[in-house]
């Protein structure tokens, strides 16, 4: 059923959204003083939209309302490391205890979905919980209405009926006693694989490893764009292995909604971030990513105390249309192992 297969390519590409903060060079400034959770409610469902997108809808503690639209619906499995996507955010908050989605989108639309759920799976909260924690799955469907238009009828989606599911899980950032500790539990592919991922992107805190982040940004009235680039390399048997990351951003505010463009090449090997001398490594570089990212941009530091970020490196996002990346109006920055890495 094609809903069941919507709706497992956005849990895939919410996995791999997962790894995107934990690779990308630290932007600085992150809260800390965020009210912690015990457990996490999320509910989700995902419709094929128009011209090929697929749109996905996120409400978690019955209150953050997320819907994301992605382009070539079909191939996104095929490109689950390299694709585009354009996010829109609001606070929603539902009645205590209801799965339903019920929130106002202004000019975008309006969702009125209650769920119904089939199915109940309950299992081990590993690798996010406490030992003896479990998360608890319902599966069904979403029933009411749901309409959403992107900017300039890029998409649309209209439906009375939706595949999803509502999860609840213990909170990632729940702090577990030490008498009890976690519990180690059989992990699924998926879970794996962000580990493994994830362990890959932290070597550059090892020794023999080595990580090379640059950031960009500029701001044009309502509207912010931003490029990160990180290299993570290493020596194995005398050879360098390195992988490489791209993220461009996209965002201004609608009101009470924020709207939000993300390109991302993720742990890519090839030619696509060189810097020419490899005694002055933060001194220049050459970037070309690959797709979804078009063109290419060179940084340089002449004079030494102030960088320029140059070229024609441009993404085309969902809704905001081709975004240069790369230009006068940026404020670029390169660093070096450890000063990649906020300070503690």
């Known amino acids: 059923m094609k809903a069941k297969a919507f ?9 791999v959204a997962l790894l995107v903060p934990a690779i990308a060079p630290a932007a600085g400034g992150a809260g800390t003083g965020r009210r912690q959770r015990k457990r996490l409610v999320i509910a989700t469902l995902s419709l094929p939209g128009s011209n090929g997108y697929l749109v996905s809808v996120t409400l978690t503690n019955r209150r953050k309302l997320k819907v994301t639209a992605y ?5 996104l499995l095929a490109h689950l490391f390299e694709f585009t996507s354009t996010e829109y955010q609001l606070d929603a908050r539902q009645p205590r205890g209801s799965n339903g989605i019920k929130a106002s989108l202004g000019k975008f639309g309006r969702i009125d979905m209650r769920f119904i759920p ?14 003896g924690e479990k998360e ?3 599966v069904g469907w979403f029933v009411g209405r749901v309409a959403f238009r992107g900017e300039r009828s890029y998409t649309r989606v209209r439906s009375k009926k939706a595949f999803g599911s509502v999860i609840n899980a213990p909170s990632p950032d729940k702090s577990c006693s030490k ?12 879970q794996r694989t962000r580990a493994a991922l994830i362990e890959m992107a932290r070597r550059a ?3 023999g490893a080595h990580e090379l982040g640059l950031a960009a940004s500029a701001t044009a009235g309502n509207r912010k764009v931003g490029f990160a680039a990180l290299r993570i390399s290493a020596r194995k048997k005398e050879k360098e292995v390195a992988f490489d990351t791209f993220i461009g951003t996209a965002r201004r505010d609608r009101g009470r909604i924020q709207e939000q463009g993300t390109a991302f090449a993720l742990l890519v090997r090839g030619p696509y971030f060189r810097v020419p001398d490899l005694n002055h490594p933060t001194a220049e570089a050459l970037l070309a990513p690959p797709k979804p990212f078009l063109g290419k941009a060179t940084l340089s530091r002449e004079p030494a105390e102030k960088a320029s970020w140059e070229g024609d490196l441009r993404v085309k996002l969902p809704g ?3 975004v240069p990346l790369a230009g006068p109006r940026f404020k670029a920055t390169m ?3 450890s000063g990649c890495r906020p300070s503690k």
């Open 335 to 337: 660093c070096l192992d």
């Open 205 to 207: 805190a090892k020794p």
């Open 7 to 15: 709706a497992a390519i956005a849990a895939a590409i919410a996995i």
């Open 179 to 190: 008498a009890i500790g976690r519990k180690p539990q059989e992990r699924s592919p998926q």
């Open 320 to 322: 905001f249309g081709v």
């Open 136 to 138: 608890t799955i319902r």
């Open 118 to 131: 089939e199915e109940k799976i309950e299992r081990p909260a590993a690798p996010l919980g406490c030992k």
């Open 71 to 75: 382009p070539e619906r079909e191939q």
